[in-house]
């Protein structure tokens, strides 16, 4: 008989599975995630992806890794440090255990540390042998043969077999943190409804882990995090690129425009394509183009046709894109261009994060050519921005460029799924009345009329070559050219009185502000939270709206006596800080294809503030 397993409550826990990009890691932590946003707690997500598509197995450069860290009360981020590594090979063990909390706990599949593996991850002798992992809690699993057993009888190869280990292993981890199987087993049948035999492989897979956790004697204790106290609702788990897929449906219902996208595949903005393709009976139209001109030349059309029009890419996607980028600012025709921003340049890191766009989604287009720039900051608040950045673009007839980038797109986060009467209208006027009608008049808001072709009496030519003022003629006029340049960049300015001034979190004034853009917003919270409960008086702010930015910008940052951006890049934002209103903005940079941990962001607030002690200190 099995003896009765200590239960231990925990307030939070981050786990890593980690193993080849052929062991299923990304479906493993996907499942988690899913089951553990079901059990109610908070929770955040780090996919990460080898840039290989097929690295050889058992090497370093193959290794994928998904990373979560979920709790009882609200979380930021994905965790700066795993409690809990489940390796399925050497590789993996190698590449993650630099990142893991002192006295972590290691479940290693044992069955993988043969000679081979052991010299394709470059060791020389057996890591789960000696003294080199010690300090670390470490438990060691055959997973793969305890799968080929739990499966015998089955007439799948051994291949087949093996691959099912992932669901013992999801299994396993179910059992030591109290997650029920169940929602995975609905998943399994569902996915796998055509392949029973494969269905029934995994499904007793799953089961054959969870009970050994129950049966073996290596697992002493078991865990409980208890759910989260959020508020009521109905909850989902979310990535980033299905929030911005789901925004931009909501959009369309929202200003009854069908939804077109016109898109070519990149990583890692590929995702928002799959997802609307799926919802055709939202009258939502994908077109995959064979490239990125046809991409956003398909979606121009579409805003001429009147429909709500969406393009989707990542960094070098955009830079093909910028010719009609421009040719959507002459035409004033309202285009969403989503950029999942990525490392680069060039093709650079395609299934790592960064956020060094923003100098090119701000400038990098030939002439003075101005377009309204916002980022979401998580990947729910995808959701929203994609509503707005459609707001914004049929309201102000004009492109605009909504960024995120590869870690909110593939990271998760509970959602609150929000009902479409809490939604904002989208108000859209299309011309129908011939009398007065020029294809360059403006209304309030500098907005020329959108008029739909075919529409009675409104036959008008637009395109690339300047035009006059109100009637639209092609116009080599000096002084209207200058006339129509200053006219555009005074409707994107004027987009300022029509977008929330800039929040301060805490003390609106003092020593330090920290100020965030994009996905850095769970890293910053969580490492001011760090030092506001050290004492420190540290405060916080961040940019949804980048291009124009906030009215009172200029004001909040003169309230500080030092400024820190964050950023991963070279420090994009603090240059155009620095230029436009002349303060002394320092940065805080990373480009390593990951997020900020929020200890490092915590490291650097400590010195700035602790530098300013120093400096009072010593003038007294």
């Not at 109610?40 to 990373?67: C, H, K, M, W």
């Not at 995975?184 to 029973?196: D, G, S, V």
């Not at 070519?264 to 799959?274: C, M, V, W």
């Not at 003075?368 to 707001?391: G, L, N």
């Amino acid at each position: 008989m099995a003896k009765e397993k200590e239960i231990k409550s925990l307030s939070e826990v981050t786990v890593r599975f980690a193993g080849d990009s052929g062991d299923g890691m990304q479906l493993t932590g996907t499942q988690f995630s899913d089951t553990t946003a079901l059990f109610g707690n908070d929770l955040s997500t780090l996919p990460d992806y080898p840039a290989e598509i097929r690295a050889p197995a058992g090497t370093l450069y193959g290794v994928s890794g998904f990373q979560l860290h979920f709790s009882s009360s609200d979380i930021y981020t994905p965790g700066d440090h795993p409690d809990v590594l489940v390796a399925m090979n050497p590789a993996a063990l190698k590449i993650n255990l630099k990142d893991l909390n002192p006295g972590a706990t290691i479940i290693v599949n044992t069955d993988s540390f043969d000679t081979k593996n052991l010299r394709l991850a470059n060791y020389d002798k057996n890591p789960l042998e000696g003294n080199d992992l010690q300090g670390y809690h470490v438990v060691q699993v055959p997973i793969t043969s305890l799968t080929a057993s739990a499966l015998e009888g089955t007439k799948l190869s051994l291949k087949e077999v093996t691959r099912c280990k992932n669901f013992f292993a999801l299994g396993m981890m179910y059992w030591l943190y109290g997650r029920p199987i169940e929602p995975t087993l609905n998943w399994i049948n569902i996915k796998f409804a055509k392949k029973a035999e494969i269905a029934d492989a995994n499904s007793k897979a799953l089961k054959a882990g969870y009970f050994y956790g129950e049966t073996t004697e290596i697992f002493s204790t078991r865990y409980v995090v208890k759910p989260a106290q959020l508020p009521k609702g109905v909850y989902r788990n979310v990535s980033g690129n299905e929030a911005t897929a789901y925004g931009f449906v909501a959009a369309s219902v929202k200003s009854g425009l069908p939804l077109f996208l016109g898109s070519y595949p990149i990583t890692p903005a590929s995702d928002i394509l799959h997802e609307l393709s799926k919802m055709k009976d939202f009258g939502v139209k994908t077109f995959q183009a064979e490239d990125e001109i046809a991409g956003i030349s398909s979606a121009i059309g579409a805003a001429f046709a009147g429909d709500l029009a969406l393009t989707t890419t990542s960094g070098p996607g955009l830079a093909l894109k910028t010719e009609a980028m421009g040719l959507a600012v002459m035409t004033e025709l309202p285009l969403v261009i989503v950029d999942v921003q990525r490392g680069g340049p060039s093709t650079g890191l395609p299934t790592k994060t960064e956020q060094a766009d923003l100098m090119q989604v701000l400038y990098g287009r030939n002439g003075e050519s101005p377009i309204p720039v916002i980022a979401a900051c998580t990947p729910s608040d995808c959701f929203y921005m994609a509503i707005e950045a459609a707001r914004i673009a049929t309201k102000y007839m004009t492109p605009v460029i909504l960024l995120t980038d590869g870690y909110l797109a593939n990271g998760s986060e509970p959602w609150k799924v929000p009902h479409m009467d809490e939604l904002p209208d989208i108000k859209v006027e299309q011309r129908k009345e011939k009398e007065g009608f020029y294809p360059y008049n403006r209304d309030e808001h500098l907005s020329r009329p959108w008029a739909v072709p075919g529409t009675p009496g409104l036959e008008h030519r637009i395109g690339g070559l300047e035009k006059s003022n109100i009637y639209g003629n092609v116009s080599y006029d000096p002084d209207n050219h200058e006339f129509m340049v200053r006219l555009r960049a005074q409707k994107v300015k004027g987009i300022e009185n029509d977008i929330p001034e800039l929040e301060v979190k805490f003390e609106q004034e003092g020593d330090l502000l920290v100020l965030g853009w994009g996905g850095t917003y769970g890293a910053i919270t969580e490492a001011v939270l760090r030092c506001r409960n050290k004492g420190l008086k540290v405060s916080q702010a961040h940019l949804k709206y980048l291009n124009p930015l906030p009215k009172n910008t200029e004001k909040v940052l003169k309230s500080f006596k030092k400024v820190l951006v964050p950023e991963l890049n070279l420090g994009q934002l603090s240059r155009v800080l620095r230029s436009e209103y002349l303060v002394p903005v320092e940065s805080l940079t990373k480009i390593k294809g990951l997020p900020f941990k929020a200890m490092e962001i915590e490291a650097k607030i400590d010195s700035i503030l602790a530098a300013n002690t120093e400096k009072i200190g010593g003038g007294n």
